[in-house]
C-alpha cells in the first residue's frame, strides 16, 4: 500500500490559485495500479470527487470544477498535484490526496482556507 | 447534475444489523458504477472499505459486506459493534467520473 502526504499553503486569497502536491512512496507515480484522486471536505460537510489521473489516461474532472481544475503528475520528484483558480471562500475545505480502486490508500488530508 | 442518495442516518443496536444504501438519479445502481464505500471516523480521514461494489481490502472487517440491492448499492454491518459508529459514504463512477453520496451517519445505541 502507497503512503500518500499533501503539502501546500493553508492559507489562499480569493481569486488565486490553490495548488497541493501530494507525495507518494512505497510505489510509483507510474504505475498503472493507481488512480491518482483528490477528494475535499468543507468542514461539517461530505466528500467532494474532484478529479482523477491515470498515467496512461487524460486527467477526469468534477463537471462542476472542471473549468478551474488540473491534475498532473512529476514523475522525477514521485507526486502529483492540483490546482485550482479563481478560489473563493467556498474552495475553504480539507483536501485529500488518495488513490482509489483496488490500490486503495489515503493522505492525511490538509486545510486550506480561502480568505484575504 | 447526477446526484448520489444515502440516509441520512441510521441507528443500530450494538451486535444488529445495519444496511446502508446507495442510490442514483439516473436509474439502477450496476456493477458500472463501480460503487465504493468508505468509512470516516470524527476527526479522520476516510478509509476506504470496499470497492467495485463488493470487493474487500485486507483491513476491511468480515462483518462489512456489500452487494446491488433493489437497484442500489448497499452496505450491510452484521454484529455491528461500538466502533463502527461513523459516517458512511459511497462513490459512483459515471464513466470515469465520480460522485459521492452525502454520507449516513451510523449510530450504535
Known amino acids: 500500500q502507497v503512503q500518500l502526504q499533501e503539502s501546500g499553503p493553508g492559507l489562499v486569497k480569493p481569486s488565486q490559485t490553490l495548488s497541493l502536491t501530494c507525495a507518494v512512496s512505497?510505489?510509483?507515480?507510474?504505475?498503472?495500479?493507481?488512480?491518482w484522486t483528490w477528494i475535499r471536505q468543507p468542514a461539517g460537510k461530505g466528500l467532494e470527487w474532484i478529479g482523477r489521473?491515470?498515467?496512461?489516461?487524460?486527467?477526469n474532472y468534477n463537471p462542476s470544477l472542471k473549468s478551474r481544475v488540473t491534475i498532473s503528475t512529476d514523475t522525477s520528484k514521485n507526486q502529483f498535484s492540483l490546482k485550482l483558480t479563481s478560489v473563493t471562500a467556498a474552495d475553504t475545505a480539507v483536501y485529500y490526496c488518495?488513490?482509489?480502486?483496488?490500490?486503495?490508500?489515503w493522505g492525511l488530508g490538509t486545510l486550506v482556507t480561502v480568505s484575504s | 447534475q447526477t446526484v448520489v442518495t444515502q440516509e441520512p442516518s441510521l441507528t443500530v443496536s450494538p451486535g444488529g444489523t445495519a444496511t446502508l444504501t446507495c442510490a442514483s438519479s439516473?436509474?439502477?445502481?450496476?456493477?458500472?458504477?463501480?460503487p465504493n464505500w468508505f468509512q470516516q471516523s470524527p476527526g479522520q480521514a476516510p478509509r476506504a472499505l470496499i470497492y467495485s461494489t463488493n470487493k474487500k481490502y485486507s483491513w476491511t472487517p468480515a462483518r462489512f459486506s456489500a452487494s446491488l440491492l433493489g437497484g442500489k448499492a448497499a452496505l450491510t454491518l452484521s454484529g455491528v459493534q461500538p466502533e463502527d459508529e461513523a459516517e458512511y459514504y459511497c462513490l459512483l463512477y459515471y464513466g470515469a467520473v465520480g460522485v459521492f453520496g452525502g454520507g449516513t451517519k451510523l449510530t450504535v445505541l
Open positions: 512505497g510505489g510509483s507515480i507510474s504505475s498503472g495500479n493507481y488512480y
Open positions: 489521473l491515470h498515467i496512461s489516461e487524460n486527467p
Open positions: 439516473t436509474g439502477a445502481v450496476t456493477s458500472g458504477h463501480y
Open positions: 488518495t488513490s482509489l480502486g483496488a490500490f486503495a490508500s
